[in-house]
Nanobody
Framework: QVQLVESGGGLVQTGGSLRLSCGAS????????VGWFRQAPGKEREFVAA??????NTYYSDSVKGRFTISSSKNTVYLQMNSLKPEDTAVYYC???????????????????WGQGTQVTVSS
């Protein structure tokens, strides 16, 4: 079993920055990618960014490209969020995929393990 723990959420003003962390532990035998998703009230969970476990490939949604950066170090994945907007307000979840897929990791069904989420609130 794999455990994922997010941290780093909080309240920030428009234009501000936050860095989210996702720590992974447990029986990590097959790991292919870690992704960040977010879910705002009344909306579906949506893809934000992902990184291959090797760190060689990164993927971003169009809405965050150029503002957010995903990176990894050992068993921790980071999401640096700059130029935050009110529409970035959501609960942010990290997820780990234990399955190899060709191409990107944009979909929730591609992930096997999920963290509990961390709230990000951007005030206008």
């Amino acid at each position: 079993q794999v455990q994922l723990v997010e941290s780093g959420g909080g309240l920030v003003q428009t234009g501000g920055s936050l860095r989210l962390s996702c720590g992974a532990s447990g029986r990590m035998f097959s790991m292919y990618a870690v992704g960040w998703f977010r879910q705002a009230p009344g909306k579906e969970r949506e893809f934000v960014a992902a990184i291959s476990w090797s760190g060689g490939n990164t993927y971003y949604s169009d809405s965050v490209k150029g503002r957010f950066t995903i990176s990894s170090s050992k068993n921790t994945v980071y999401l640096q969020m700059n130029s935050l907007k009110p529409e970035d307000t959501a609960v942010y979840y990290c997820a780990l995929s234990a399955t190899s897929y060709s191409g990107s990791y944009y979909y929730t069904w591609q992930y096997n393990y999920w963290g509990q989420g961390t709230q990000v609130t951007v005030s206008s």
